[in-house]
């Protein structure tokens, strides 16, 4: 089946910098992907739709310029979270869905927890 | 507007039967997914289901009914490692999956 990867699986920073997240489609070409964020004990909440080539698309109250999203190949979309303040800690997910599938069920990369010092 | 409602929280016990209801609001609907997040970890896909009826995997079954807005998930022979969240995610009219704020099943001994 589809995989996707995110890297790094937890990741510690001190407030005011910048921590960048990598999501990766191993084994199909994802032309789009799409970035949550999750509160403890709280539903996914999409952040924005990454696509290749060109600009992401955020939801209604996610800062573009906090939250910047590149997607240069159709591998690897990365989310770079800017000046991280303590209230940016969470469980940041990617996922994607494989192209062709009936179903389109997306396919969830491991998630990276942010805690910001 | 556009809502989910399941329960915050369930339990049972292992080798029994348990079904986890989901009823949703959603602007169009273009099918509906249960999706399984054990702590710390990201979700996992269960099952679809864009016709109503019930859908059968293994141990686990999904149900929906389009017309009350209605689904639920139902495991069987619990094992502990079905301790987890479940999440039912409804597909709008523009196919962006709306997300419930799961169930939490707790399966006890």
């Known amino acids: 089946g589809a995989v996707v990867s995110q890297h790094p699986s937890w990741v510690i920073c001190k407030s005011g910098t910048s921590v960048k997240i990598e999501c990766r489609s191993l084994?199909?070409?994802?032309?789009?992907m799409f970035w949550y964020r999750q509160f403890p004990k709280q539903s996914l909440m999409l952040m924005a739709t990454?696509?290749?080539?060109?600009?992401?698309?955020?939801e209604q109250g996610v800062e573009k310029d906090k939250f910047l999203i590149n997607h240069a190949s159709l591998t690897l979309s990365t989310l770079t979270v800017t000046s991280a303040h303590p209230e940016d800690s969470s469980f940041y997910i990617c996922s994607a869905r494989e192209p062709g599938r009936d179903t389109g069920e997306l396919f969830f990369g491991e998630g990276s927890r942010l805690t910001v010092l | 507007g556009q809502n989910i409602d399941q329960p915050t929280e369930m339990t049972a016990t292992e080798g029994a039967i348990v079904q986890i209801n989901c009823t949703y609001q959603t602007s169009g609907f273009n099918g509906l997914f249960w999706y399984q997040q054990h702590a710390g970890e990201a979700p996992t896909f269960l099952s679809y289901n864009v016709l109503d009826g019930l859908e059968e995997k293994g141990r686990f079954s999904s149900f929906l009914s389009r017309s009350k807005g209605y689904s639920y998930l139902l495991l069987k022979e619990l094992q502990m490692k079905d301790s987890a969240s479940y999440l039912c995610a409804p597909w709008d009219s523009n196919y962006q999956l709306i997300w419930g704020a799961g169930t939490k099943l707790i399966i006890k001994p």
């Open positions: 084994d199909f070409q994802a032309t789009t």
């Open positions: 990454s696509n290749e080539g060109s600009k992401a698309t955020y």
